[in-house]
Nanobody, 121 residues
Framework: QVQLVESGGGLVQPGGSLRLSCATS????????MGWYRQAPGNQRELVAA???????TFADSVKGRFTISRDNAKNTVYLQMNSLKPEDTAVYYC???????????????WGKGTLVTVSS
């Protein structure tokens, strides 16, 4: 089995920072794209940021210049550094990864259970 476990969420004041981590474990042959999505109450899940295995990032327009994404391929972990947080960043943040469990099967998409980020004074 493959597991993705997020950590680092919590309550932060507007303008503050948080760093999310997502560790993967289990039967893993290769991890391709990794990313972070978020879902606020009443909204659809949306892409926040993604990063290729080679380190090329993509960001939603709403977080450009405030969030950075990075990964440690040796640790099978992806990070999301969130700065200058705004109340509208409040959401459950989900880790996503495309993972091949061995050399003979196609990569599949896996999700973590999410971590809540609340930006409020």
């Amino acid at each position: 089995q493959v597991q993705l476990v997020e950590s680092g969420g919590g309550l932060v004041q507007p303008g503050g920072s948080l760093r999310l981590s997502c560790a993967t474990s289990g039967s893993i042959f290769n991890i391709y794209d990794m990313g972070w999505y978020r879902q606020a109450p009443g909204n659809q899940r949306e892409l926040v940021a993604a990063i290729t295995r080679g380190g090329t990032p993509t960001f939603a327009d709403s977080v450009k210049g405030r969030f950075t994404i990075s990964r440690d391929n040796a640790k099978n972990t992806v990070y999301l550094q969130m700065n200058s947080l705004k109340p509208e960043d409040t959401a459950v943040y989900y880790c996503n990864a495309r993972i091949a469990r061995n050399a003979y099967v196609r990569a599949m998409e896996y999700w973590g259970k999410g971590t809540l980020v609340t930006v409020s004074s």
